[in-house]
């Protein structure tokens, strides 16, 4: 029996063009994580099972935790999602560490998924959180962060658009409209939940095991097919229920004075599956039909730190994910060309002779910082353009047998071929040629 070469089930080998591209989205992560003055943290790959009972919801633990007893009998997970790694590591230091806290981190996730577009075994995950920030300004900031990181890719309002909802008004419609609390008001939420992803059919099937009373379902059925924030306050007005004081209405003011409110729209299916959101929440989707992935997940959640015994501190962040990512951009074609490597200059000569005098002017060029790739055999005169430009090289360097004694090199930027003869130790004048 051979072994077979593919990866394990919904994991990815990333060979070097797939590195690159992952690369660089990781390096527009890190640079908007700077811009905003975010550290960068880090957390182990095993996490014990009750950090994610304790808040991430059935879902996660029943169907996709990869999970096992460890030779000590400690019942561990591969960590699905960093949210409860964040808190615990917060749990320890808040008390020592000024506030707000930002931090940042794209760790790996395991999840049991079937694998299909947009959803994989293992994804790669943004997760920009901020700790201990007043009210709605946590929020504010972190909805920007991610404007912030789909514009470095040049996406616009034109591409993808933020779907916004506020779990406290949703807590209250279930509870003062629905007359629901508890079991009821979980899997209504559920529901809601899954309200794009299931066919209407099922959906009202699933409504119908609910047993509401036909006042409470109709409410229900209303309350989504709200589509503005301006007919959810008239809708809670209807039902007599403050328009007041929640997050949402207050961070509608700050967006718009911001200008980012155009990215933005109310969606009241949006609730998010994790259980530990209390206030805003909200995903980002791409706005081509094609590809309706949830490219991002976040939202508040003020009571996590609670499970370590500390008082609550409000938290808000978000995971972005490499895969739902890297669609969006090959979607609306937002990618650079990443299919090949780049190299300043690709040295090579058809001598013996030649090789450890381009082995030297490598070395110095390096160390000048620019990337040289020497050919490590001598090469045939035919052979150097094809093989240079395969390699990603911008320059090529060739050593001609003739020109060993005299020292000159031959350097050609292969674009438009523009050429000169240059003193092989005259690195000055091949720095300066090579800009
Ligand atoms: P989430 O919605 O489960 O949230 O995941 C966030 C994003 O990660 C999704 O929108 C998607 O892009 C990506 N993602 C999730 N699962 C997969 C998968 N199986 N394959 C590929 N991509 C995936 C969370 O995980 C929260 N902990 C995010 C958060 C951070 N909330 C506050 N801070």
């Known amino acids: 029996m051979s072994l077979s070469k593919k990866p394990y089930k919904g994991t990815r080998d990333f060979f070097p063009e ?24 880090d957390g182990p790959l095993l996490e014990e099972v ?122 209250l419609i279930f509870n003062k409209v629905l007359k629901s609390e508890g079991d009821l008001s979980l899997k209504l939420y559920k529901l809601v939940d899954r309200y794009k992803k299931l066919s209407r059919e099922k959906f009202n099937e699933q409504l119908e095991q609910l047993n509401l009373s036909v006042e409470s379902k109709d409410a229900f059925l209303t309350y989504l097919s709200l ?108 990618l650079p060309d990443l299919s090949k490597p780049v190299t300043k200059i690709f040295l090579s000569t058809q001598d013996e002779k030649g090789l450890p005098y381009i082995l030297k002017l490598a070395k110095d060029l390096r160390k000048e910082g620019i990337s040289v790739q020497t050919h490590l055999e001598t090469l045939k005169m035919n052979k150097v353009f094809n093989l240079a430009e395969k390699k990603g090289a911008e320059f090529v360097g060739i050593l001609g047998t003739n020109e060993i004694e005299s020292g000159v090199i031959q350097i050609k930027k292969l674009s438009d071929k523009n050429q000169k003869d240059i003193l092989i130790s005259n690195i000055e004048e091949i720095k300066g040629f090579l800009k």
Request: with cysteine; charged share 30%.
């Open 50 to 171: 009750e950090l994610y009972k304790a808040k991430s919801g059935e879902e996660l633990i029943n169907d996709q935790i990869y999970s096992f007893h460890d030779r000590g009998e400690r019942f561990v997970a591969i960590r699905p999602e960093m949210t409860p790694t964040v808190a615990r590591m917060v749990a320890q230091v808040h008390k020592e560490v000024s506030k707000p806290i930002r931090w940042f981190s794209i760790p790996n996730l395991y999840r049991y998924e079937r694998p299909q577009r947009g959803r994989l075994r293992e994804h790669w995950q943004f997760n920009v959180d901020i700790f201990g920030a007043p009210e709605t300004m946590g929020e504010l900031e972190i909805l920007q962060i991610a404007v912030s990181l789909m514009e470095s890719f040049g996406a616009t309002s034109e591409h993808f658009e933020i779907l916004i909802n506020d779990r406290e008004i949703v807590d």
């Open 18 to 41: 797939d590195k690159r591209i992952r690369d660089y989205l990781f390096q527009k992560m890190k640079e908007t994580a700077d811009l905003y003055a975010y550290e960068s943290y």
């Open 227 to 334: 589509s503005s924030i301006d007919e959810l306050k008239k809708f809670l007005e209807s039902n007599k229920l403050e328009t007041e004081g929640f997050s949402l209405f207050k961070l509608g003011e700050h967006l718009e004075k911001l200008h980012i409110d155009e990215f933005v729209k109310y969606d009241p299916s949006i609730v998010r599956g994790l259980d530990y959101y209390t206030g805003i929440v909200f995903e980002i989707f791409d706005k081509n039909p094609e590809n309706r992935r949830a490219i991002c997940g976040g939202g508040s959640y003020a009571n996590i730190l609670k499970i370590f015994n500390e008082n609550p501190m409000p938290g808000v962040g978000f995971g972005l994910g490499d895969v739902t990512l890297r669609d969006f951009l090959t979607t609306h074609s937002l």
